[in-house]
Structure formats: structure tokens, C-alpha cells
């Protein structure tokens, strides 16, 4: 197969350039105020039931302020040498440049590497990255020095960058054991997963086996399918016949693995910056281009619903946790007698919650569903670190001056938040109150699904 010389590409690079531009027009200007009032939100409701409770010790997810202002995350996974980083120099223009990610046959992306905006071309190390709280990697610390090694950024005055970052990841090897990375791979790959607006899965005609990392992987994706994308990458170098079997043979391997009713999207062409292969669906591979930088730049549009939407259910998580600890502790205190041997007694409720109604009579008095129910396993482990005598009950985490914490936190996930994003949605200030704004009466409507 031959391709034009760089270049020669000068119409393949003008027809996304001129998409992105048009995209980037089209994208909202101004979100500082809304940022803002997320922000106070968080920081007034939500963050002081997570340190009462210390949420942060059973799922190991505390945010910050970086995270709560950053920019969306697409994520690009895939097997190696599928083109994820000659993607990546596609859509930013970087090929031929001194900056473009290198690319080749044999495995050559061993790092982590996060792409975002900058005032000039430089390179940041992981520990820089880690030790400035400003950004939103700051947590990757808990990962160790050798993951920090591995972990690079680059900062480029980029208009798309000015909107989104970029991660490319390390291509998996089905041979390789993650202990030889010599660092938790699967665990970091997590961390980005569980932050990232859209995930590309790359693949191209050459590797549709699915092996065990592999496997690994998409078992981290469980929950995640709606910002799901798989690319079948490199289309150009199949006839359209051959292209169909490999079509077929891909959605062979990852049905499986994608236990959902509605597939994630596939999209089929060829992301780099040289002309399509003669005799080739080049009309279906322009589609393709075309449909993708849609999806990107809707990702891009959606980044403060999107942004919201992850607070509120990371507030629902710490209600729940919150109630959960309540209900132990109750517990406790009705079972202790004069008599009674502290720790044989809290023993008995953490091994068999069930025989204690725990977490039924959390179902049966509060607005929470069965399925957003925390694992019973992980709540031995968390009264393992922290006695049940360290915590008080609900009822005695009010103040005169700062009020009740579940009502803060109850009054953020039903009122606030989603009048803030009715506000956005609607045009109006997202400065004014959540009363000002839609009235503290009104039923809030159900937005928080992730497009």
C-alpha cells in the first residue's frame, strides 16, 4: 500500500483542521462562574461529610480542586502499535514537528503520557505533575516513584487543547506480567478510567486477539460503556471485503466482553494525516473522521453537565457511606451492655451485617437504591482501620452556625446541583442561588445521564 509523502497531505490535514475549527467556534466561551459555584458546592456540602466519615479510606477517591476545574479526559487504550499516539499527532497536527509522539512497528509508548494546553512547548516530569496541586494528577502520587518515572506531560498552545487533554497509554503486551512494569498498571489504568469524559479502545486489522491484560482491561471499562469508543484504526490497508470479515471478527472477540444491550460505537477509518489507500471506502472513512470529531467535540460541550453529574454521584456515594457507618454505629451502641466486650460485640455486627438489618434498613428508610449499595467486604476492611468508637452518629453532626451535614449534603444533591446545571442548560446565571434560579419547590428533573 502506498501512501503520499507528508508533505503531499496538505488537503488530508486541511479537511480535520477545518472540522476541528469549526467545532471549536461552536464551543460555550465562559464557565468560570459555574466552576466556581461547583466548587462552593462541593467544598460546603459534600467534602465535610467525606472527612466526617472519612469516605476517602474505603474508595480512595478524594477530589481536589484541579479535578473539579480540569478539563475533559479522553483516554486512548489499546493493544500496541494499534496507532494511539499516530492518532493523537492527527488530531493535533503534530506530525513532522519536533513534539509528535513517536511512533513505530514495535512497542513504543512506555509511558503515560498527558497532552494539555500550555503557553509554550515543554515537557513536565511525572513527580512535577504529582507535587503541584493545581492539576488534576496530584492523587497519581499514591501510585510510587516508579509509576511517577513513567508518567510524562506535555503542554503546547493548542486551540483543542485549550478545551481537552489527551492521555495516551502504554499498548498492552498479552506476554508481558504487569508485576514487570514495576509499577500497579491495571490500578493506573483505573485512576484514568474512572476520570476520563471519553475512552478510545484502538485496535487495527492485525490484533483482534483478546488475552488476559486485555480481558483485564475491559472489566475496568464495566460501567463506563457510554463514554466507550472503539476504533477499528489502519481500515485503509483492507480491501472492503477483507474489511467486513475484520469488522465481524472484532466485534467477535469484544462481545464477551461488553456485557450491555447497546454496543459501544465502532468507528472504522484510517486517523492518520496521509490520503486513504486507492480502491478503499473513502467515503465511509471521511464519514467515519467526521462522525468522530462530533462525538469529541460533544464531550467538549457537555464538559460542566458532565462535571456536575460526577459530583452529584460522587455525593450520593458519600450520603450512602455516610448512612451506612450511622446504621453501624447504632447498631453497636443498642447491642452494648454494662457487660459486654466492645470488640466481641462490633465483631459479630461486621461479620454478619445481614443478621443486623445494616444495610436493609437502609433501603427501607432512605431513598437508596440496592445497586448503589457499597460491598459488605469492604466495610470489614474499613472498621479494621478505623474504630466504630471514632465516629458519631448523623444526629450529632449538626452546629448551630453550619447546620446538619446530611441535610447540607441531601439539599446539594436534590436542589443544587441540578439547578445549577438547569441554569447552564437554560442560559441563565449560574451565579444566582438554586431558589433564584428554579425555585426550591420544584421537582428537579433526571439530567445526569453522560452522553
Known sequence: MSHQLPGESLYLTHRIRSKLNYYLRKARRCFLAALQRLRKIYHNSIRPMEQAYKYNELRQHEISDGEITSKPMVLFLGPWSVGKSSMINYLLGLLDTPYQLYTGAEPTTSEFTVIMHGEKIRTVEGIVMAADSSRSFSPLEKFGQNFLEKLVGIEMPHKLLERVTFVDTPGIIENR???????PFNDVCQWFIDRADLIFVVFDPTKLDV???????????????????IILNKADSLATQDLMRVYGALFWSLAPLINVTEPPRVYVSSFWPYDYAPDTSRDLFKREEISLLEDLNQVIENRLE????????????VRIHALLVDRYVQTFKEKMSFFS???????????????????????????????????RDAYRDFFGINPVSSFKQLSAQCSYIGGCLLEKIERAITHELPSLLSSINSGKNPTLSSCEATGCGEKPKNRYRRN
Do not use: C, W
Not at 488475552?211 to 469508543?229: A, D, N, V, Y
Not at 458532565?306 to 456515594?317: D, L, S, T, V
Not at 454478619?352 to 440496592?370: C, E, G, H, Q, R
Open 177 to 183: 506480567k504487569q508485576q514487570e512494569r514495576g509499577y
Open 211 to 229: 488475552g488476559l491484560e486485555l480481558e483485564m482491561l475491559f472489566r475496568q471499562l464495566k460501567g463506563r460503556e457510554s463514554q466507550i469508543r
Open 306 to 317: 458532565n462535571k456536575i453529574a460526577f459530583i452529584r454521584q460522587h455525593g450520593i456515594r
Open 341 to 375: 466486650d466492645p470488640e466481641l460485640v462490633f465483631k459479630e455486627i461486621v461479620e454478619d451485617p445481614d443478621k443486623f438489618y445494616i444495610f436493609k434498613s437502609i433501603l427501607a428508610k432512605t431513598n437508596v437504591s440496592k445497586f448503589d449499595l457499597p460491598n
